[in-house]
């Protein structure tokens, strides 16, 4: 059984955050434990709420785990401030857990902030040089690289000045682009590779993203290549989408059990 720590923000509503992290693990068969950064009080509509952990006891989860569990792969989610950005940092540094993959959560889909503004310049300082793979959206990927991203040609460019930061590989997520065809932009610090999907026209995409870097993990936890890892990651997460049943009023919440329990 391979291990994945999530450490990320609680998504009362269940559809985003730990919760579709958990549930991304056990879909894919495997163990999954967790660091909880911020409770948000949320459901498909909005965020109504955030109490954010102070940064010692998110050091303290990471610590009890990784002196317990062997870890096969780390997924960072919600990181709420900077002071929780560099407990998480140097806790990866310490454990040297392998594998990380960074998902630089900044806005909910619901248009609420889940970063405090000046978090994201200790995002890429002292995170991006441990991350395995970064997974920023589009207008994520424009504060960490610093320019305007509309094409997919400002895209290439904007991956380049990522890995400047010292990641290993960076994908930008094609959700926030137009056009029927949606590419997640790979890029490995040597060459680009466009992985396609239909863009789908559906309310149900509430924790795509927080769903979508999961996935990676756990195919990086079974030491899956990286480009196989973010075909089959947006593989799962399209087929997720496709099968989404619907709860609650808003953006509802994808299948992340559509294949089974070991589908991943
Ligand atoms: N309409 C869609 N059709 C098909 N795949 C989609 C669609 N929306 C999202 N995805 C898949 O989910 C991935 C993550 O979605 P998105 O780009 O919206 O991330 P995000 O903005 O971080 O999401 P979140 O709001 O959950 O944080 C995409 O890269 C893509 O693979
Ligand atoms: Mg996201």
């Known amino acids: 059984m391979h291990h994945v720590l999530t450490i ?27 660091a909880i950064t ?9 965020v109504s709420n955030v109490h954010v952990l102070p940064a010692a006891i998110v050091a303290a989860q990471i610590d009890a785990v990784a002196s ?11 990181l709420a401030n900077a002071a929780i950005v560099e407990v998480v940092a140097a806790a990866l540094t310490r454990w040297r857990l392998p594998h990380l993959v960074v998902d630089p959560v900044m806005v909910a889909k619901s248009g ?10 200790a995002i890429r300082e002292v995170l991006l040089p441990l991350a395995t793979i970064v997974t920023p959206n589009r207008p994520e990927a424009e504060v960490l690289a610093g320019h305007a991203v509309a094409t997919l040609a400002d895209a290439r460019e904007a991956a380049r000045r990522i890995t400047d930061a ?20 790979l890029f490995d610090g040597r060459d680009f590779t466009e992985v396609v999907t239909e863009r789908m026209q559906t309310r149900n995409t509430h924790g795509t993203g927080c769903t979508f870097a ?11 290549p990286l480009t196989d ?25 994808v299948n992340h059990f559509w294949r089974g329990w070991t589908g991943g």
């Open 8 to 34: 990320a923000g609680s998504d009362s509503g269940g559809g985003a955050g730990i919760q579709a992290d958990l549930k991304t693990f056990a879909a894919h068969g495997v163990y999954g434990t967790s």
């Open 38 to 46: 911020a409770i948000t009080a949320q459901n498909t509509e909005r």
């Open 68 to 78: 317990d569990i062997r870890i096969d792969a780390v997924k960072t989610g919600m």
């Open 112 to 121: 609420d902030h889940l970063l405090e503004p000046a978090a994201a310049a």
């Open 166 to 185: 010292g990641c290993r590989a960076v994908v930008i997520k094609g959700g926030h682009f137009e056009g029927t065809r949606l590419v997640n932009l």
């Open 214 to 224: 999961a996935a990676l993990a756990a195919q990086l936890a079974k030491g899956r």
């Open 229 to 253: 890892a973010v075909q089959d990651a947006t593989e799962y997460v399209a087929g997720a989408i496709a099968n989404a049943v619907s709860v609650g009023h808003g953006h509802g919440p």
